[in-house]
């Protein structure tokens, strides 16, 4: 299941911090931009319905993790938005996306890496 916007807000809040509670949530996200505490709590009350996330209910305070796989929630997101905006070109991102001039200096050259390293893959020593 594709998480909307602002699950995927609070997954990666999540992701980075571990399991935290709704009220930790959403201090994280009004770090950014002001939301109400009701509005977070039903944001993760339907994430869990969805299975986007468990909720450990042992306590007082319910403790939220994600129920999702970071890297492939990504990979699919990102496999979606290449077939819908650049008609399932990968080169087309990446020349729109380097072609913008945002990249910096050390991005390009870990970029460069990855492409040497996908020419040149390292076969493994017994």
């Known amino acids: 299941m594709k998480p909307t916007e602002s699950e ?3 997954l990666q809040i999540l992701w980075h911090n571990g399991p935290l509670s709704v009220r930790s949530i959403n201090d994280k996200i009004n770090e950014s931009r002001e939301v109400g505490y009701t509005t977070t709590l039903k944001i993760m009350q339907l994430m869990n319905e969805k299975g986007l996330t468990t909720r450990d209910t042992s306590s007082r305070t319910h403790i939220y993790q994600a129920n999702i796989d970071e890297q492939k ?3 699919s997101l990102l496999s979606d938005f290449i077939d819908t905006a650049f008609r399932g070109s990968a080169q087309s991102l990446v020349l729109q996306a380097l072609g913008s ?10 970029i460069k890496k990855l492409i040497d390293d996908l020419e040149h893959p390292k076969t493994e020593q017994p």
């Not at 001039?101 to 870990?110: D, I, K, P, R, T």
Request: charged letters at 40%.
């Open 73 to 75: 929630t990504r990979g």
């Open 101 to 110: 001039g945002n990249a910096s200096q050390e991005e390009l050259e870990e």
């Open 8 to 10: 995927l807000e609070i």
